[in-house]
């Protein structure tokens, strides 16, 4: 394979992470303020709380990642959110920091860590971001 044609392929496969973990996350958000898909944890969750602060940073900055616009400062943004989450939530309330297996914190660590690579990798080859820096 090409050099041209790998870095191509590199691309492609970086939108296609982007999108899938952008997919998933703006779930969790759609979860916390619109009920869609239910999960009963999140019943009659009031907008200014955390878990209402969460769901709102977790929708917006799901599409935007979704679409790939902005997609380096809101994943930095999004990254600094999910380490937060994964400490409050997880690890310091379970005792366990370097365990997220047990803390059940392996979503937060992974999202943290994803939207972490995002912000250095930028959105890949199909990333609305692409559209705005060349016009």
């Not at 200014?48 to 994943?75: D, H, K, N, Q, W």
Request: contains cysteine; charged residues 10%.
């Amino acid at each position: 394979m090409t050099q041209s044609k790998q870095a191509d392929v590199q691309a492609m496969v970086l939108s296609i992470l982007r999108i899938t973990t952008a997919y998933m996350f703006l779930l969790h958000g759609t979860s916390k303020l619109f009920g869609f898909p239910h999960s009963p944890m999140f019943d009659g969750l009031q907008i200014m709380s955390l878990y209402g602060l969460a769901g709102i940073l977790e929708v917006a900055g799901g599409l935007l990642l979704l679409l790939g616009l902005f997609t380096r400062p809101v994943a930095f943004v999004l990254s600094g959110m999910m380490a937060v989450a994964y400490f409050i939530g997880h690890a310091i309330p379970n005792g366990n920091v370097a365990a997220p297996f047990l803390n059940r914190g392996e979503a937060a660590a992974l999202f943290c860590f994803v939207f972490l690579y995002l912000s250095a990798a930028g959105g890949g080859k199909w990333a609305l971001d692409n559209k705005r820096s060349a016009g």
